[in-house]
């Protein structure tokens, strides 16, 4: 990733940061930042990450280091370390949704400076309650993989049932879908991008997320929201966002 000098559309701060930092859809999201360092993490979507304002975002993993002030495109499951100099959003959209051209190659692809003004436009001009529009239309600004095909219903359908509760088993689960444990098994992992237990770990931390104001301490969320305890809780959230569950502000289902 080449180190590249300033190249950013004029913007003004998103509204999406007059109170909220975190806007969630079903299937993505948007994440506005003043600021941000994260330790090595995975997330299981794609990100899209806009640096505003003159921002300069400093990538590295195990194989890629660098720094810039053009959007990057993340791979979902790509473990990384990011930090930004200064405001910036992150758009993220679920592996079903939208896959970049060659699963990005190392993992990583800086955007050329039309892709970059066009995303930054985007990330100016958002309000929290319009993200999955900002989602799509960042979408369209990058070279993806047009030919996936809409989700099997039974898969959707997996989705739904481990989104709702926290408990859940395979083989109940692939007698309600219809399927065989292990062909559903498969199939969601080939169409989602993450096994059955993954996903339901990952949908319960983002539950942990939106419903964390709600509770006055992080051990009553993590029993909430089905974690054994606050320790699976604070691991959950490291593997997956690289930071503590009570980093930032107000956190919205958009």
């Known amino acids: 990733m080449p180190s590249n000098g300033p190249n950013h559309a004029d913007s003004k701060r998103p509204s999406a940061a007059a109170g909220i930092d975190t806007a969630l859809t079903e299937d993505g999201g948007a994440h506005f ?3 941000q360092e994260t330790r090595s993490h995975a997330f299981p979507w794609t990100k899209i990450v806009i640096p505003l304002d003159g921002t300069r975002l400093e990538l590295r993993n195990a194989a890629v280091a660098g720094s810039t002030a053009r959007a990057l495109v993340i791979a979902a499951n790509w473990p990384h370390e990011l930090r930004a100099s200064g405001p910036a959003m992150a758009l ?3 592996a079903h949704r939208f896959r ?3 699963n990005l190659g190392s993992g990583v692809r800086q955007t050329d ?5 066009a995303l930054a436009r985007i990330a100016a001009d958002m309000s929290p309650h319009d993200t999955l529009r900002a989602v799509e239309a960042a979408c369209e600004v990058i070279p993806h993989d047009t030919t996936l095909r809409s989700l099997d219903p039974r898969v959707r359908e997996a989705m739904v049932y481990l989104a709702d509760g926290p408990h ?4 109940k689960l692939a007698i309600h879908v219809g399927l065989s444990k292990s062909r559903l098994s498969r199939l969601f992992h080939a169409q989602v991008g993450m096994t059955l ?7 319960r931390l983002l539950q942990a997320r939106v419903r964390r104001d709600d509770f006055s301490s992080i051990a009553a969320l993590a029993q909430a929201t089905g974690f054994a305890d606050q320790a699976h809780l604070a691991r959950t959230a490291r593997r997956f966002l690289g930071k503590p569950i009570s980093y930032g502000g107000r956190i919205v289902q958009a």
């Open 197 to 203: 237990r993954s996903y339901a770990l990952f949908r």
């Open 168 to 171: 859940w088993r395979a083989d």
């Open 92 to 94: 993220f959209v679920a």
């Open 100 to 102: 970049a051209h060659a």
């Open 113 to 117: 400076p039309a892709e970059h003004q």
């Open 33 to 35: 930042s003043t600021g």
